[in-house]
């Protein structure tokens, strides 16, 4: 048995509707590309890099997001490392097509119109996906109601969850009256579309009215829901005080929500929400979906784990390096297997490319010239309290002694941190503090306003990628993913996907222990330790045996931790819409039940 190519091929002029979905793929932000900034972090771009691998493998998706007319914010930091926050100035009808069908949602009992445009992604064979961006900026609509796609993640609760409802209700809606709603599975990718779930049900329901629902109509919309969950810590799911749900929402569909259990110590949660009306859900790493099982013990969660779209995120001289040697890596990620034939000098020359292209645009952002000579750290995340940022400085003198030793050693830094996280700026500064004490001993630069362009350079121009979370509070992670098929290794505390990924000395290197919770001092130890003694050593005077680290980073991590294998999972899993090869014929009875 095998997966093949879902549907014929498409042309991106085919308006929404003009062809039979499968799966609608619901979320708050997606990263595109730079030039259309719906997206904060890692949630989104993992929700970019899955249109992209549903277009490689031709699943007749589609995805609905919020438009964000000024974006996340643009990051301004000061010499100190200060952060402020300014608008992101882009115009999406330049970028964007608009879509003909409009609907309305009622917000606090007013209706709110809503229109939508569409970005088109390709897939390697001709096939594609559109997104679908939902936007309420329209003269019809009151003032506040029109900036409810103006901000990701801005404003506050009552806001988020108008914006919510938009998304969830909107857009179940917006595909109903594209005539998209007959079979579809609806895909919440985390909990803020929840609200779809409601939707159905007053699909279902018609023109009834409100009464009560019966188990088999929980069940319809039940069966047609699949949720993946990534947040591994109860503080981070999305709730709503009671009274803010009657005023959003209104009183017929809040008592809808009480009969039907969807309230929990007063609020809606919407995690429970989207568990109670999913018939599949998912955590995005192994050690993730146990969590997340121990957190919602009534309800079966299993795992798939996330990927990274490999055409996407490989480096150009990488992807020359891989069309000599595989010629079928875009087609088929799993070739990547193959990486191991490349001969490592050449391994070497694509990366130096790869690291000249980085310091030049760290010169172009900075004025400032690092060294192409020295170990280069890469790290570039979310800037908040848990990612411990500045685990790498918690001893400079330690790493002074280590640079004298050893040989030199320099870090990039990137990452944004929420308007509203105190303790993420302050992560921020304390790297801006110690690259000043530092000094020329160790350059340290924090590159300003992370996004899709700056992350390209990075995971494939610095020599090693660090990671430091504080266990069990990473859900998965992709950076490190992608780092991974432009031949860069890992160093990282073992959560997430890394305790997946991670072969000590092989694929790149653990800081600290495979126990569930982290020991901060043993775990800052370790992580001098093993750069004083095991990276550094090789990297100066082994280079062959350290890209022969990097050769093994792609061919076992970059052909496993792709979009392409977790889409085809989902697939299998969460959609069941695998396509049996013919000459399987009708597959054994256990398939045909599975897959109805």
């Known amino acids: ?56 493998l031709g699943m007749p998706m589609i995805a609905v997001t ?15 490392g200060n952060q402020t926050e300014g608008p992101v100035e882009w115009k999406p009808e330049e970028v964007l097509r608009p879509v003909s069908k409009r609907v309305t949602v009622e917000i606090e009992g007013r209706e ?89 049900l007053e699909q279902k329901l018609g023109e009834q009215g409100p009464r009560e629902v019966s188990e088999e109509e929980i069940d319809w919309v ?24 009657a005023r959003i929402l209104g009183p017929r569909r809040t008592r809808t929500l009480e009969d039907l259990s969807c309230r929990h110590d007063g609020m809606l949660n919407m995690t429970y929400l989207a568990l109670r009306f999913s018939r599949y859900v998912n955590g995005v790493a192994l050690r993730h979906g146990e969590i997340s099982s121990d957190m919602f013990p009534e ?41 191991l034939r490349i001969p490592l000098e050449e391994m070497l020359e694509a990366h130096r490319q790869a690291k000249q292209a980085l310091l030049d645009e760290v010169a172009r952002r900075t004025s400032i010239e690092l060294d192409p000579d020295a170990l280069t750290i890469g790290f570039a995340r979310r800037a908040t309290e848990y990612k411990r940022t500045n685990l790498l400085f918690s001893d400079l003198d330690r790493l002074r002694r280590i640079v004298k030793k050893v040989g030199p050693l320099q870090v990039l830094y990137a ?72 031949g860069v290794p890992s160093l990282s505390v073992l959560d997430g996907w890394w305790l997946e990924g991670h072969i000590e000395e092989i694929t790149g290197w653990a800081i600290g222990d495979r126990e569930e919770v982290s020991d901060p001092a043993a775990e800052r130890a370790d992580l001098y330790d093993t750069l004083q003694h095991k990276i550094m050593p090789l990297y100066y005077e082994h280079p062959l045996d350290y890209a022969c680290v990097g050769r093994y980073s792609i061919a076992y991590n970059g052909s496993f931790f792709n979009t392409q294998r977790m889409v085809e999972q989902y697939g299998k899993s969460a959609y069941y819409q695998v396509i049996l090869d013919e000459n399987d014929g009708e597959g054994s009875d256990v398939e045909r039940d599975q897959h109805r």
């Open 1 to 56: 048995m095998k997966t093949v190519s879902f549907v014929p091929e498409m042309h991106e002029s085919d308006e929404p509707g003009d062809r039979e979905e499968a799966v609608a793929y619901f979320t708050m932000e997606i990263g595109l590309t730079a030039e259309i900034p719906t997206y904060s972090g890692g949630l989104g771009v993992l929700a970019g890099d899955t249109t992209r691998a549903a277009a490689d």
């Open 66 to 80: 919020l438009l964000y007319r000024h974006g996340y914010f643009r990051q301004q930091l000061d010499e100190d």
């Open 112 to 200: 709110v119109a809503v229109r939508a445009w569409r970005h088109t992604v390709e897939g390697v064979f001709g096939n594609h996906v559109n997104v679908l961006f939902l936007d309420t900026d329209l003269e019809e609509n009151d003032p506040w109601d029109r900036t409810l796609t103006d901000n990701l993640y801005g404003g506050d609760l009552r806001y988020r969850l108008a914006q919510e409802t938009v998304l969830g209700i909107g857009g179940v809606k917006l595909l109903e009256a594209l005539g998209l709603n007959g079979n579809l599975i609806y895909h919440m990718n985390e909990g803020h579309s929840a609200l779809l779930a409601l939707g159905l």
């Open 222 to 245: 039940r069966g047609r829901c699949v949720f993946t969950t990534h947040t591994p810590v109860p503080a981070g799911h999305d709730k709503f005080d009671w009274n803010l749900v």
């Open 299 to 339: 309800y079966p969660i299993d795992s798939i784990t996330n990927g990274a779209a490999v055409e996407m995120w490989t480096s150009e001289p990488f992807a020359e390096l891989f069309s000599k040697h595989i010629p079928e890596w875009r087609h088929d990620n799993l070739y990547l297997r193959y990486a």
């Open 415 to 486: 990452g944004k941190a929420h308007p509203r996280d105190e303790g993420g700026k302050q992560m921020i500064r304390n790297v801006f503090a110690a690259a000043k004490e530092l000094g020329e001993d160790l350059p340290v630069i924090y590159l300003e306003d992370y996004d899709i362009a700056l992350a390209k350079y990075l995971v494939s121009g610095v020599d090693l990628w660090l990671n430091t979370p504080m266990k069990p509070h990473e859900a998965s992670g992709t950076s490190g993913m992608k780092a991974a098929f432009n």
